[in-house]
Structures are given as C-alpha cells and as structure tokens.
C-alpha cells in the first residue's frame, strides 16, 4: 500500500491538485493535537461546573465554543450517562465519529464486530470493553447516520470531589466518551 | 445501496478486540492518503456522501478484505479516476502524464487551520417540518441501489421522534448527482424489540438520524 499510495500522491501533486505540506500538516494535527484529551478537558468542565454541563446538554456544539477548540466542533450532540442509562455511539454504515473532540477513530470503531453488533447487542460488545452494567440500567446506542456527531458524558466517578479540573481530565477515557468504556476511579487514574 | 457496508445487525465478525495504546496511524501511508482525502475533497468537486458511497461500492469481498485506509484509497482512487483528475495510465506509470485541469482551488499548509472543522450540513427549510417530537413513525421500506443513509435494519419499523436536528443535506440526493434537495432531519428511538424482536434484550433502545423521505406518520 506504501507504494500505491505514494504513486497517487506523486500524480496529485504533480498537477498542483494537492500540496504535501498541507498533507504534512494535517497528519500532524490528527497525530499531536487533536484527539481524547479535547474530549476529556470537556468532560472535566462538565463535572466541574453544572451550568456548563446545562449549556453542553442544551447546545454541545456551542457550548464547547467556549473552550477555544482547535477545530469548531460541528453538529456536536452530548449526550449524558446516569445510573439509570447508559449511551453508546456507533456508525454502523462508515466511521462517522467526532473527530473535533475526540481525534480520529480507533481501529475497533471502524471493525465490522462493532459496527455489526453494537446495535444488536449492545451488552455483549461492552463485555469485551469488560464493562458490566446492571441488569435493569437501560442502553441507548446511537448510530450516527448523519452529520450529527455525538458524545458520551460518562459518570462522573466517586471519590473525586475535591479534584481540580485538570485532574478530572485524567479520569476520562476516550473509550468513556464513546460509551464502551467508564470514567477511571481515582485510585486507578494514571 | 444494500451493500456489505450496511452492517448493523450482521452476525459473525467476531468479538470486538481494541487495541491497547493504538497509535493514530499504523503505517505512515494511512496518513497520507486520510490527509489526501481532506485535501481532493478541499477541491470541491464532490461531497463527503460521494465519498462514503466511493466505499460503498467497492466490491464486497474487498471491503470486507481491505482495512479502513485500504478502502480509503481504492475509494480516493476510484473518484479521482471517475473525475478525470488522474488517468489509469497515470496510475500505472506512479506520475503525471498529462496537464491538470483546472480546478477552483487546492488546500495549502496555511489553508489548513481555518478548514479543520467541518462547514455545517444545516440548509434553509423548503417547507416546514412534518414531524415534532413524540411524533410516532414508521421508516419506509426502502431498498435504493444509490446510496442512502438509511440502514437496512431500521427499514419498516416503528419508532418515536425525539428531536428535530435542523434541516440537512440530503446524502440521497446528493451522493446520486441530484443536489443537496436539504430535508428536516430527525432523531427517531426504537425499541430493541421492534427491531430485532421479542427475544432481544428489552433495555435496550436504537436512535438513528432519519431524513424526512424516510419516514411516515405511524
């Protein structure tokens, strides 16, 4: 594929359809500045401040404005996990995820043993994240079939309360905001 | 189209296995052709639901043979080819053979950081919105052979409108060279039940995003 793909870019730039400095640039976003920890620093708000969750609940979209985002987080939904429900976000037909808040997908995400099972079975997919729910917590997944992007708000863990938001931030996983996973609990924070 | 792609509800693809501290890309050609993906698209001579259905019809032994970025490139290759930005030949020989045409504008380095975010789908209404939330509908049976975002199983089925999304580009048009033709987009929840029957697991509730042509008043 090395090979393959280098022969399409070498066309493409030869005709000045694209520029390998704009390639270099965007590989460099998605590998050093866009991913999870965007994600984690709005939920460590969220926890941390009740009106900001109000407003990311009402208006993801805008509401993360307010944290100078490196991308503007388009058609952003958040949605919350309680004890009584819990969200988990697939894409059953591509790969549709957030990539503003979240960077790009995991290998898993995009596997056809997710995006197969999610929908159908929710409870099993989470046992292989190893994540056990109650019997009677209710599962919502939502399948982003549109532009519309969602995020998981996980549970914020016991334990916690004093903590200042950037400490917050290293209790949330990616796999918390997409719904396969839980928040950490202090004592397992890294 | 009803393709391989549509997977939701399929058996037999094994357990989910996530990869512990996965690197963003496995291989450095991943992120040249995921950058070159942003960067042909940035020539506006096709739609993010092209793309998607650029995927879609690869055939089905090699999309379920090809890992994402494979199918990333068969895609960008297949589209470019089909809009006369690189010939066979070219690709055969690995360089240019023939002038470029003209294009209305090409992503630059500095261009970048005001083109991360994605533009917004929203459009103007046509017409008012025909649902409201609480709304019960039922999704259309509807079998394309273009593309659709519809999945196949949520077809026929009852669900309840829970929120209005704004009105949206319309993949089904779009993607078939027939405009953006925007239409209201909805969440519609169903019961696990409803779609996958009295056995399944009765806490869980499926929500997809549905454009008004799919769906009628229940």
Redesign the interface.
């Given at each position: 594929m090395q090979l393959r793909v280098r022969a399409l870019e070498t066309i493409l730039t030869e005709k000045g359809y694209v520029d390998p400095k704009a390639l270099d640039y965007i590989i460099d976003t998605y590998e050093t500045k866009i991913g999870p920890h965007i994600g984690a620093r709005i939920i460590a708000r969220a926890w941390a401040d009740p009106a900001f969750k109000r407003r990311l609940i009402a208006d993801a979209a805008t509401a993360v404005g307010e944290l100078r985002l490196p991308a503007r987080a388009t058609h952003l939904i958040a949605v919350e996990n309680t004890p009584q429900l819990h969200n988990m976000v697939v894409c059953t037909l591509c790969s549709c995820y957030p990539w503003d808040v979240l960077g790009l997908p995991p290998v898993w995400y995009k596997s056809a043993p997710y995006r197969s099972r999610a929908v159908m079975d929710p409870r099993g997919v989470l046992a292989d994240f190893g994540v056990n729910l109650p019997a009677d917590t209710e599962i919502r997944v939502w399948d982003s079939t549109a532009e519309t992007r969602y995020l998981v708000v996980p549970m914020r863990p016991a334990g916690a309360d004093d903590w200042s938001e950037e400490r917050l931030a290293s209790l949330v996983t990616r796999d918390s905001m997409i719904g396969t996973g839980l928040a950490l609990t202090p004592g397992a924070a890294p | 189209m009803n393709g391989v792609?549509?997977?939701?509800?399929?058996?037999g693809?094994?357990?989910?296995?996530?990869?512990p501290d996965?690197a963003?890309?496995?291989?450095?050609?991943e992120?040249?052709?995921?950058?070159?993906n942003?960067?042909?698209g940035y020539?506006g001579l096709w739609s993010?639901d092209t793309g998607?259905f650029s995927?879609e019809m690869l055939p089905p032994h090699v999309y379920?043979g090809s890992?994402?970025?494979?199918k990333w490139?068969l895609g960008?290759?297949n589209l470019?080819l089909q809009y006369g930005?690189?010939g066979d030949d070219?690709?055969a020989a690995?360089?240019?053979l023939y002038?470029?045409k003209p294009?209305k504008r090409?992503?630059?380095?500095a261009?970048?950081?005001k083109n991360?975010?994605?533009?917004?789908?929203?459009r103007p209404p046509p017409a008012p919105a025909r649902f409201r939330p609480g709304d019960r509908v039922r999704t259309r049976n509807i079998n394309p052979p273009g593309h659709t975002?519809?999945?196949r199983?949520?077809r026929g089925h009852c669900g309840v409108v829970e929120f209005v999304?704004g009105c949206?580009?319309f993949?089904d048009a779009v993607a078939n060279g027939k405009g953006e033709d925007p239409q209201w987009?909805y969440?519609v929840?169903f019961d696990?039940r409803e779609?996958?029957g009295d056995a399944?697991?009765p806490?869980?509730?499926?929500?997809?995003?549905?454009?008004e042509p799919y769906l009628e008043a229940a």
């Open positions: - | 792609h549509d997977m939701g509800g399929m058996h693809f094994g357990k989910v296995e996530p990869e996965e963003v890309f496995h291989a450095p050609w992120g040249r052709v995921l950058a070159m942003r960067a042909v020539l993010i998607r995927r379920l890992s994402y970025y494979k490139t960008l290759e470019c930005l690189v070219e690709l690995g360089r240019a002038p470029a294009v090409t992503l630059t380095a261009d970048v950081p991360l975010s994605r533009g917004s789908f929203d975002r519809l999945p199983y949520a999304r949206h580009v993949p987009l969440t929840a696990g779609l996958w399944a697991d806490t869980v509730k499926v929500s997809i995003e549905a454009w």
